[in-house]
């Protein structure tokens, strides 16, 4: 094995085909020499300089045929040896998981542009000093200066235009790990327990830091097996991907200022300076791999990093200057160090590039996901391997005890299964552990994380300042409209702190002592920079500051601040500034992309797109004709097509045979390039939906693309999870494609997504309420809506769980009619405005839920008696709306919207029920949530 040869030769992969390949069929040129030029500007004079004479390579070659989707494979077969058959000059991109879905591209091209990207490439390469940093930068800002620089997203082949000619470019560099001695591996990574660690928090930061623990491990785990190239990182996708940026800026210190002033509007967050690690936890609980065949042992390999990751971690907690390390230290014979808290499944399949045909990838991805199903039946609870017997029974002989419980041991608080270590022994200023905690090592451990995450990171993953975090709570979330609508106006709160007796109050609830340190939250962040660039009063400005850090149980919570607060809003109302109540309920959302394992295995039918269907709309221009006439024709008519086409017969007779195959398997040939896709349209996706819940006042838990984990308040929960619904198909205004600048990315297409919101008091147990969520997204994926056409899936469920009891609700998120149309869930947060501003009476969520008028209408509904139905929907929601001018408008943009969803139907076991029933329920749960004091 030659690493060197190997990066040299996924370099010339890289540049095979020019960016701009189909602008290059416009302007009638060959893009061969175009990309052998481009490969010039870009490497001459640097360590990748070799590989511009590879772009020819034999093995370069094969990889592009085996990156190569379905219908490229198709392509190749109908026209044989004649590569130029049927040329396409309209430029478009289509949707590689429903390629109905279209962009037509209508901005021109100069050579000129792409020269200039080569030679600000080439001068960034030049800055690094070994074959190694240089594919690793060129890797991560190939892409990422092609798009700050304006350009648009071609697609790989005119006359098939699935994928982007960056996503077809970085399959085959992938591609070249099997090509290269003719084979390789797939691998499959799996960490077993995720859920339940993460579940097993009693903070929001215990939270953060269960989700940011997995993927700082996992990714930490597959380090070294990266500087064979990122490319080995099948899913999740390392372009844009804030892991492999971070760690690439501390590999290759050179290019790291470059990279900052790379500016691409939404995605700021990929770096950020004022964490010296990523901030958010993007890497998934799984990871698919494919890797060179000289990686001997490769699952032996990933399974021993793994547990060595974990001692690093274990290690790098205990090294820190806090006294709970010590008590993890003195309990060693606990076995943590050697046993993590989850178990990590590894499934692998050996591959021949020289067996197997065309579908090659296919076959080794069918096989991987069943070897890992298999694996995913046997359950094994880690914490059997720790010597729980020989502690408790050290402990009932009278040897000791755990914790100095005079039990002999207490179960640990947080997860409830094994024994503390460590319980608070009494003292207020501990920021540690609460009244009454009690910690099992591996808890302890998550919550000194939780504080000091940095010298830890950089146990594991070699770079992580030390950064004291400052997190909010569940109570910040909960009162966060309180808080925030104190704060709204800074000039009037300045102009009242010259009377005498709202300054006293001000001074009685305010905080003017607050620490230093690196704000998580991200309204913290911007309301912190807004009060600290005011010109009001200085006294006044350091007391507000101090209250917008402060931990709200205390400043707003506490029995004698809650009085002294409504004291001063009374005075505050007088002065005409009106403020929120205090709020007591925060929303947890989660969201899980629908059948996802389906989609990544080709069954496109869950979306709605028959195989044939597929097929066809993936090609383009004079090659959709000829394949639509060839799957319409019998064998004896191929012949006919064959002379009029001037294409060889056999070619046809095998066309046919493969189409037939595809057709009657009832799914596609999974491709390299088909996974690309889809594993980068997660992590815009994943990019997208961090922006949206930090524009909304909400905190992200974890962000993987499919999966999504926030808390964030009940007043923004809404917009929140619409936004990130859109976002996540491309159904907000981008023409069904992600678009930075002229940049078109496929998004999720057609594919569903469900969501859970859950809304709940501060103080019920957390742990609770994120098993619950989980529950209740089942509950939403076993949705069926009716509206003519059928669309499983992609729901909502809305709970409000008050004093234990849970009440949900369920909505739609998208409809066919007959593509995909989202369901506008922006009526619920005006309809809630509506009725907090007066314009609406609050009893009309209660009437629209019970009683006789909704069983009149409910009868009238299920009678299809629609008039009637109107008739009696419209009188009683007129009976809540506050006569005035404006009155006539509200109603009829009411009734607009209930009568474009009124034939919209949700069928389960027990039968059908109405849209318009969980309509006004869900506003109800909503409005409970927002209720203050």
């Known amino acids: 094995m030659d690493l060197r040869e190997l990066i040299l030769l996924k370099t010339a992969a890289l540049f095979h085909d ?4 189909a602008w290059c069929l416009v302007r009638g040129e060959k893009h061969e020499k175009w990309a052998e030029e481009l490969a010039h ?7 990748l300089s070799e590989a511009g004479e590879m772009l020819s390579d034999e093995r370069v070659r094969e990889a592009d045929r085996l990156a190569a989707s379905v219908d490229r494979v198709l392509l190749g077969e109908l026209i044989g040896d004649k590569r130029g058959a049927f040329p396409e000059k309209s430029i478009k991109l289509k949707n590689p998981i429903n390629p109905r879905i279209e962009h037509s591209i209508q901005v021109d091209l100069g050579k000129d542009k792409v020269e200039e990207v080569m030679r600000e490439l080439n001068g960034v390469l030049k800055k690094t000093e070994n074959v190694e940093e240089a594919y690793l930068a060129l890797f991560g800002l190939y892409e990422l200066i092609w798009i700050a620089k304006g350009l648009p997203s071609g697609p790989a082949d005119t006359r098939i235009p699935t994928h982007t000619v960056f996503d077809h470019l970085y399959a085959t560099a992938t591609a070249l790990n099997w090509t290269y001695e003719g084979g390789g591996l797939l691998l499959h990574i799996d960490i077993a327990g995720v859920q339940d660690f993460i579940a097993q928090s009693r903070r929001l930061r215990d939270l953060w830091a269960s989700s940011y623990i997995i993927s700082a491990l996992l990714w930490s785990t597959v380090l070294n097996l990266i500087r064979y190239g990122p490319d080995v990182v099948l899913t999740p996708s390392c372009r844009f991907n804030p892991f492999f940026y971070c760690d690439l800026t501390n590999r290759v210190q050179a290019i790291g200022d470059y990279l900052k002033i790379i500016k691409i509007e939404g995605f700021e967050e990929i770096l950020c300076e004022r964490f010296s690690f990523p901030r958010f936890a993007v890497i998934p609980g799984s990871m698919t791999l494919v890797l060179p065949s000289f990686i001997s042992d490769a699952e032996v390999l990933v399974e021993e990093s793994f547990r060595r990751k974990w001692k690093e971690f274990c290690e790098g907690i205990m090294e820190l200057d806090v006294p709970l390390s010590r008590d993890l230290e003195r309990e060693m014979r606990y076995g943590f160090m050697e046993v993590p808290p989850f178990s990590m499944r590894i499934s692998s399949v050996r591959v021949d590039t020289s067996k197997g045909g065309d579908n090659v990838y296919a076959k080794a991805f069918e ?12 359950k094994v609870n880690p914490a059997c391997m720790l010597p729980l017997t020989e502690i408790t029974r050290e402990i009932f002989d009278g040897k000791g005890s755990l914790a100095d419980s005079k039990r002999g ?39 000194i994380f939780s504080r000091r995450p940095g010298p830890v990171l950089r146990r594991i993953l070699g770079y992580g300042g030390d950064v004291k975090i400052s997190y909010p709570s569940l109570a ?4 966060f409209e309180f808080k925030d609508g104190f704060l ?26 607050y620490e230093e340190r690196v704000l998580a939250w991200k309204y913290q962040l911007r309301k912190f920079e807004e009060i600290g660039e005011s010109s009001i009063d200085p006294d006044l400005k350091r007391g507000l500051l101090g209250f917008l850090l402060a931990e709200s149980e205390v400043a707003i919570l506490g029995k004698e601040k809650r009085k002294l607060w409504s004291e001063l809003r009374r005075y505050l109302e007088e002065k005409g500034i009106v403020i929120p109540p205090i709020g007591m309920y925060y929303a947890l959302i989660r969201a899980d992309g629908d059948d996802m394992g389906s989609i990544l295995s080709g069954e496109v039918g869950v979306i709605g797109i028959d195989v044939k269907d597929y097929i066809v ?8 004709e000829v394949v639509l006439r060839i799957m319409d024709s019998d064998y004896e008519k191929l012949k006919d097509i064959a002379k009029e086409e001037n294409l060889n017969e056999e070619n046809l007779r095998k066309t046919k045979e493969f189409l037939n195959e595809i057709i009657s398997s009832r799914k596609i040939p999974v491709s390299l390039s088909y996974h690309v896709s889809i594993s980068r349209a ?19 838990i974890y962000a993987g693309g499919d999966d999504l984990l926030s808390i964030a308040p009940v007043s923004s929960a809404i917009r929140i999870i619409d936004g990130s619904r859109r976002g996540y198909s491309g159904l907000d205004g981008s023409g069904r494609f992600h678009k930075l600048g002229n940049y078109l990315i496929p998004s999720m297409g057609d594919a569903g997504r469900s969501y859970s919101l859950y809304i709940t008091h501060y103080r019920y147990p957390l742990y609770a309420v994120v098993s619950d969520s989980s529950l209740k997204l089942e509950v939403a994926k076993g949705s069926v809506w009716v509206d003519g056409r059928e669309r499983k899936k992609d729901s909502l469920i809305i709970t409000y769980s008050a004093r234990g009891s849970s009440e949900s609700s369920i909505l739609p998120l998208s409809l066919r009619d007959p593509g995909l149309s989202p369901v506008d869930l922006r009526f619920l947060d005006d309809l809630i405005g509506k009725i907090r501003s007066g314009d609406i009476s609050v009893s009309l969520l209660y009437e629209a839920s019970r009683g006789n008028f909704m069983e009149t209408a409910e009868r009238a509904w299920s009678m299809g008696k629609m008039e009637i139905f109107d008739k009696v929907i419209e009188y009683m929601i007129g009976r809540h709306i506050q006569r005035g001018e404006r009155r006539e408008d509200i109603l009829r943009e009411i009734m607009e919207y209930i009568k474009r969803y009124e034939g919209v139907r949700r069928r389960d076991r027990d039968g059908e029920e109405p849209f318009f029933l969980n309509l006004f329920k869900s506003c109800r749960l909503l409005y409970s949530g927002l209720r203050g004091d």
Do not use: H
Not at 490 to 512: A, N, Q
Not at 617 to 624: A, L, P, Q, V
């Open 488 to 513: 709204r106006d800074l000039p009037s709160l300045d102009k009242l702190w010259k009377d005498g007796k709202i300054r006293e109050l001000m001074g009685r609830v305010l905080e003017s002592q």
């Open 367 to 378: 096989s991987l996901m069943n070897e890992n199903r298999k694996k995913k039946l046997l």
């Open 617 to 624: 709309s993936s090609f383009e221009g004079k090659s959709r």
């Open 18 to 21: 020019p960016p701009d390949k």
């Open 41 to 47: 500007i870009a490497l001459d004079g640097t360590p």
């Open 682 to 700: 997660l992590i815009i996706s994943a990019l997208r939906d961090i922006k949206q819940i930090e524009d909304n006042n909400g905190i992200v």
């Open 476 to 479: 910040d979330i909960a009162t």
């Open 409 to 447: 041991f207490d179960y640990c608080t947080m997860c409830g299964k094994l024994p503390a270590i460590v319980r608070w022994d009494g003292r207020a200023s501990d920021e540690f552990l609460e009244e009454g905690e009690r910690l099992c090592p591996y808890c302890l451990m998550k919550r």
